[in-house]
């Protein structure tokens, strides 16, 4: 698996959007990037993934940079329970196996 | 639809006591996991089960041993606790065919070993 960076923490006020960035320069070209997040004292849940297309969903938005080195997990308007840690994971589709590895993530404080 | 219940939500342990920690899911999914989380740090896999009757090591797990009991229950012991297995243990499974974004979690064990 690619090794991924996040800033350990971040704050965002509550209405506006959170901007998470993750760097994965040395990324493989059948390495898809997944996004989870945990919120305190819960099991971490999926949010969202992609390849190489910017991708859209209910919880958020994921934008992948063309040399794919590196992506932002957008969530448009933050609310007080998005307050969590997220993290970014990259991972190739068919190595579906048997380890999901969480590096540290950032820690993501909403604020009315 | 429960999703992955996890029991105990909590324990306390003496050290040397042993324990069980189970985890049940009713989503027909094939692999289970164990991972545990020390506080400020991410999760780390102990051990996981592909498929009903079989078990692998994963990162860390020396002071463990499970048990895929059926395809619905996947167990975790602690034979002899240590302080340094305090942790919070989350179980998860994942179905065949969606790969890395199909994981479910449960919502944790807290065990405190003293």
């Known amino acids: 698996d690619a090794k991924t960076t996040q800033p350990p923490s971040m704050d965002c006020a509550e209405g506006r959007a959170a901007n998470l960035p993750c760097n994965h320069s040395?990324?493989?070209?059948?390495?898809?990037v997944y996004w989870y997040r945990q919120i305190h004292s819960q099991g971490p849940q999926y949010i969202i993934h992609?390849?190489?297309n910017n991708e859209t969903n209910e919880m958020a938005s994921l934008i992948i940079t063309e040399d794919r080195k590196s992506s932002t997990l957008i969530l448009p308007h933050a609310t007080l329970r998005d307050t969590a840690v997220y993290y970014c994971?990259?991972?190739?589709?068919?190595?579906?196996?048997?380890?999901?590895?969480f590096g540290g993530g950032t820690r993501l404080m909403v604020k009315p | 639809n429960a999703g992955v219940t996890q029991t105990p939500k909590f324990q306390v342990l003496k050290t040397g006591q042993s324990m069980t920690l189970q985890c049940a899911q009713d989503m027909n999914h094939n692999s289970m996991y164990w991972y545990r989380q020390d506080p400020g740090m991410g999760l780390r896999l102990i051990y996981y089960s592909a498929s009903e009757g079989t078990t692998d090591k994963g990162e860390v797990p020396n002071g463990y041993n499970v048990s895929r009991l059926n395809k619905r229950e996947f167990s975790l012991r602690l034979e002899s606790a240590a302080p340094s297995q305090t942790s919070v243990y989350f179980c998860?499974?994942?179905?065949?065919?969606?790969?890395?974004?199909?994981?479910?979690f449960g919502s944790g064990t807290r065990l405190t070993v003293v």
């Open positions: 998860a499974s994942r179905p065949p065919g969606q790969g890395n974004y199909g994981y479910t």
């Open positions: 992609g390849l190489k």
């Open positions: 040395t990324i493989s070209g059948n390495e898809y």
């Open positions: 994971i990259v991972r190739a589709r068919n190595n579906a196996g048997n380890m999901l590895t």
